[in-house]
């Protein structure tokens, strides 16, 4: 029994070893190709977020072309993400007016009051106000909150919330697109449009409920997470996911919104299992060597609590040096003669080679980083070989001699 409990522990320590292995490599590759590797994921973002506003409104045909999508696409990877936004606010408003520029002027209003509240608030975070609709419309939102709460601030509440506005105008559009492309263009049908497109949003009770549930969630991972306590990360994420649905469900039995349930829990879980994945690059520690410090200086006494990253070093196999020695046969040649006249054997060798090689292993648990027990054993072996001679005995047997 004591065995079997025993190997179980030994295959957890190596699969988490392994882990800590593609981790390292991961960020070793990262940071030699990080040039490249942005450049091709904003363009990869851009044209994603471009493709699915053309399949969503597809209101003017021209801007549904593949071409103009790449090369608007290849634009916003040389530039900052907030051409990401830029561009997906241009193609949205192109879309509203070849339905109705009522619609357009609505949604301009809109883009600019959640443009003032983003520019002065969370600037930076114009990436979750990209991700946000994109996540909307691929029926995972679920992780936004979660994540933003796990790797943000609650400044970036104001990024989701504009997100999930910018989701439920273009829902609002798309909904009432059959409906205003019937109306006429005289003033009274403008002003009907103006007043649908306005009703549609400040009176659109899912939109707030789902705002509110967002910046809850966001504000309660991002309190939990900062706590001194053991595995803090894992009861952030999961208390979100929690109060998340709860306010979910709250709203959905006073406004009566429709909420899916069933959607709901596997969001949640999908969104539980981002945010391990966030946690094992972001804040991956051993609690298990947890230490507290005290110490104390001329005004202050300092309580410290030191939780240790895990890390890996990956293990390495060097070749340090290479050397090629050829011995000469015969009487009279340099100083080495005299010795092979002495050494028989050694004018049997006719040519040599010695090979220094030095093995390193520094294959370490993880946890070991900051560790300072000299784990480095090195070990270097050099071998003679030597060839029989053309001028060797009948039996033709080959001498080996190594050097430790």
């Known amino acids: 029994m004591r065995l079997s409990v025993s190997a179980t522990r030994k295959g957890k320590i190596i699969s988490m070893t392994e882990l800590l292995e593609i981790r390292e490599k991961i960020k070793l590759f990262y940071s030699r190709f990080e040039t490249f590797i942005l450049p091709l994921a904003k363009f990869l973002l851009a044209f994603v977020v471009l493709s699915t506003l053309n399949s969503g409104m597809s209101y003017m045909g021209q801007l549904d072309n593949v071409a103009l999508v790449l090369i608007v696409a290849l634009t916003c990877s040389f530039l900052p993400t907030g051409a ?21 002027l609505a949604g301009l209003c809109m883009y600019l009051l959640m443009f ?45 919330g504009c997100g999930v506005a910018v989701h439920y105008l273009l829902q609002a559009v798309t909904d009432n697109a059959a409906t205003i492309s ?29 705002i509110a549930a967002f910046s809850i969630t966001i504000l309660t991972v991002y309190l939990i997470r900062r706590l001194s306590i053991d595995y803090a990360w894992t009861i952030a994420m999961v208390s979100g996911a929690l109060i998340d649905i709860v306010i979910l469900l709250i709203g959905d039995l006073i406004y009566d919104i429709n909420t899916s349930l069933v959607s709901a829990l596997l969001g949640s879980l999908l969104a539980l299992a981002a945010a391990k994945v966030i946690e094992f690059f972001r804040f991956c520690v051993d609690y298990s060597r947890t230490e507290k410090v005290q110490f104390e200086d001329d005004e202050y006494y300092y309580y410290v609590k030191a939780v240790p990253k895990m890390s890996v070093s990956m293990s390495t196999k060097t070749v340090k040096k290479i050397n090629t020695q050829h011995t000469r046969n015969g009487a009279g040649r340099g100083a080495g003669s005299g010795y092979q006249a002495r050494n028989p054997q050694a004018q049997r060798s006719g040519a040599g080679r010695r090979v220094t090689t030095e093995r390193t292993g520094d294959r370490r648990g993880y946890g070991t980083a900051r560790s300072t027990v000299q784990d480095d054993r090195r070990r270097s072996r050099s071998v003679t070989i030597g060839n029989t001679d053309q001028n060797d005995g009948a039996d033709g047997s080959e001498d080996f001699e190594e050097l430790y």
């Open 84 to 104: 990401i936004v830029f561009f997906g606010m241009l193609f949205s408003l192109l879309h509203m007016y070849a339905l109705s520029v009522e619609v357009a």
């Open 116 to 160: 003032l509240l983003f520019f002065r608030f969370s600037l930076k975070d114009s990436l979750v106000v990209v991700l946000t609709p994109l996540l909307f419309a691929l029926h995972i939102p679920y992780v936004v909150p979660i994540a933003v709460g796990l790797v943000c601030g609650p400044a970036s509440i104001i990024s989701v």
């Open 182 to 210: 019937t109306m006429s263009d005289d003033a009274d049908a403008a002003m009907a449009k103006l007043r649908m497109m306005i009703d549609a949003m400040i009176g659109n009770r899912e939109m707030m409920v789902m």
